[in-house]
């Protein structure tokens, strides 16, 4: 088994050499410049690698933009194994990224939690507390706090004259 950065570099071989075939290389209509390498995975025994895109446009556009990849992956195959000199070259699956429609997702949310919170800080505007401002009680400064009179002068431990108590 390969390690790690092997699998990472051919990854990134494939990602560039798919790229730039796709742009030169291959004359199908339907792989215009609309497709984008977006990434690139290669197993750990570097025998398959998985290449991510998206295409610009509609659902007819990526529909084409598919078929147009799947005729193309011998082609691209060769190349990529042209280009990277191992003894196998890997084979190639071709992914639409979901990252495009999960970022429109998160943003249409976003903008739906701006909204509410426009809404809350329009209604909160003129508004003012219910109670006081201090909702906590404080005892009066005219009373004692235990209601008992005065405190004793020696400390409760003898009568007034300061003798111990017998």
Known sequence: ?????????????????????????????RLGSHVTITDTRVTGD???????????????????????LESAKGVLRSEVGRAAGVKFTPTLAFVADALPDTARTIEDLLDKARASDAKVREASAGASYAG???????????????????????????????????
């Open 46 to 68: 570097l025998r398959e690698a998985t290449v991510f895109y998206t295409v610009y446009g509609d659902d007819e556009e990526r529909a084409a933009a598919a078929a147009g």
């Open 132 to 166: 006081e401002s201090d909702p906590y009680r404080k005892p009066d400064e005219s009373e004692e706090p235990d209601g008992s009179g005065e405190a004793d002068s020696t400390g409760g431990t003898g009568n007034k004259d300061g003798d111990a108590a017998e």
């Open 1 to 29: 088994m390969a390690d790690n950065a092997r699998a990472k570099r051919l990854a990134d071989l494939i990602r560039e050499v798919v790229a730039q075939k796709l742009q030169r290389g291959i004359k199908d209509p």
